[in-house]
C-alpha cells in the first residue's frame, strides 16, 4: 500500500536539478542579452522571467532599470540566479522557485511583461501555463516567449530529438514541450487564455551558443550538465550505445559550428508575442 505521507516527486524538477543548467548557459548570455535590448525595457517596469535558470535574460533586464522577478522550477538554478544578483550589486531584482503551470503566490495583473525563453515551454500542462502567463499580466501588457520547433533541422530540436531516441518512451498522456513551437497549438492555448487572435504574433528568430574553443567542449557539457542528454546518455550506456549516441551528437555539433576554431551554432525558435487586452 502507497504511503499517503510521501510527497510525490515532481519529475520536471528533477530533470531541471539533474544537471546543472548554469554550464550551458554561459554560452548563451550574448543572446540573452541581445533580445532582451529587443523588449522596449523601461526602468521601472515590472517583468517576470517564467524558466529564467540563473538569469540570461533576467540579469539584463534589471540592468535597464527593470524590476524583476525570476522564477524556476529548480532550487539550484534559483540560488544560482540570486548569486549572480548578487555578485552584479542588482538590488532590483529576486529568483524564486515556483511552477510555470501554477503561479499561486503571483497575483492577477502584476507585471508590465511576462517573459519565457525556453523555460515555461517544458513545464507540463501548457494550456494552465498560458493561463498563468495572462493571468499574471497587467492589462495592456506584454507576453513574449522562445520556444524550440519541432522538426526543426538546427541544434536544440535535433539535440533534443537525438536524445528522444535513446531514451523510454513518455507517460501515458505526456505533451511534447516541443508543441510549443507550433504555432497553431500556442494559438490555441493563448485564446483559451482569454487573448484575442489579432493580439498573438510569431516570428522565426536565432539563438546562438557561443564559447572559445571547438564544438565537442560545448558537447560535453551538454552531455554533462543538461538533463535531457544527461538522461539519453544514462539509458545509451545500459543498452551499450553510448559510442553512437556521442558520434551522432558530435556530428550535429561539428555539422552546425560556423565559429571555426571558436564555437558559435545558431539555433532557430519561435518568438511568440501576446498582449492582455486592456
Keep these: 500500500m502507497a504511503d499517503l505521507g510521501t510527497p510525490v516527486a515532481n519529475p520536471n524538477k528533477a530533470l531541471w536539478e539533474k544537471g546543472d543548467f548554469t554550464r550551458i548557459a554561459q554560452s548563451m548570455r550574448e543572446s540573452g542579452k541581445e533580445l532582451v535590448q529587443q523588449l522596449g525595457v523601461r526602468p521601472g517596469m515590472r517583468?517576470?522571467?517564467?524558466?529564467?535558470?540563473?538569469?540570461?535574460?533576467?540579469?539584463?533586464?534589471?540592468?535597464?532599470?527593470?524590476?524583476?522577478?525570476?522564477?524556476?522550477?529548480?532550487?539550484?538554478?534559483?540560488?544560482?540566479?540570486?548569486?549572480?544578483a548578487r555578485a552584479a550589486g542588482l538590488h532590483n531584482i529576486r529568483f524564486e522557485e515556483g511552477d510555470a503551470s501554477r503561479l499561486s503566490n503571483l497575483a492577477d495583473a502584476s507585471f508590465d511583461l511576462v517573459v519565457s525563453i525556453f523555460g515555461a515551454m517544458f513545464a507540463p500542462r501548457p494550456f494552465d501555463v498560458a493561463r498563468e502567463m495572462v493571468r499574471v499580466a497587467k492589462p495592456g501588457g506584454g507576453i513574449v516567449m522562445g520556444n524550440w520547433i519541432p522538426g526543426d533541422p538546427t541544434l536544440v530540436a535535433q539535440i533534443l530529438k537525438v536524445s528522444s531516441a535513446y531514451?523510454?518512451?513518455?507517460?501515458?498522456?505526456?505533451?511534447?514541450?516541443?508543441?510549443?513551437?507550433?504555432?497553431?497549438?500556442?494559438?490555441?492555448?493563448?485564446?483559451?487564455?482569454?487573448?484575442?487572435?489579432g493580439n498573438i504574433r510569431f516570428e522565426r528568430a536565432t539563438w546562438r551558443f557561443r564559447q572559445p574553443g571547438p564544438p565537442n567542449g560545448l558537447l560535453a557539457i551538454f552531455r554533462?550538465?543538461?538533463?535531457?542528454?544527461?538522461?539519453?546518455?544514462?539509458?545509451?550506456?545500459?543498452?551499450?550505445?553510448?559510442?553512437?549516441?556521442?558520434?551522432?551528437?558530435?556530428?550535429?555539433?561539428?555539422?552546425?559550428?560556423?565559429?571555426?576554431?571558436?564555437?558559435?551554432?545558431?539555433?532557430?525558435f519561435l518568438k511568440v508575442a501576446a498582449t492582455k487586452e486592456g
Design 47 to 84: 517583468i517576470l522571467d517564467l524558466g529564467c535558470g540563473d538569469g540570461t535574460t533576467a540579469l539584463p533586464a534589471a540592468e535597464l532599470g527593470a524590476e524583476v522577478l525570476g522564477v524556476d522550477i529548480a532550487s539550484n538554478l534559483v540560488a544560482a540566479g540570486n548569486a549572480r
Design 167 to 197: 531514451t523510454p518512451p513518455p507517460p501515458e498522456g505526456f505533451v511534447s514541450p516541443m508543441t510549443w513551437g507550433d504555432e497553431a497549438q500556442v494559438r490555441e492555448r493563448f485564446e483559451a487564455a482569454g487573448v484575442s487572435p
Design 224 to 268: 554533462d550538465y543538461y538533463g535531457p542528454t544527461m538522461n539519453a546518455f544514462e539509458a545509451a550506456a545500459r543498452a551499450g550505445r553510448v559510442d553512437q549516441l556521442e558520434r551522432e551528437l558530435a556530428d550535429l555539433f561539428n555539422r552546425h559550428n560556423h565559429g571555426g576554431s571558436d564555437t558559435d551554432i545558431p539555433a532557430t
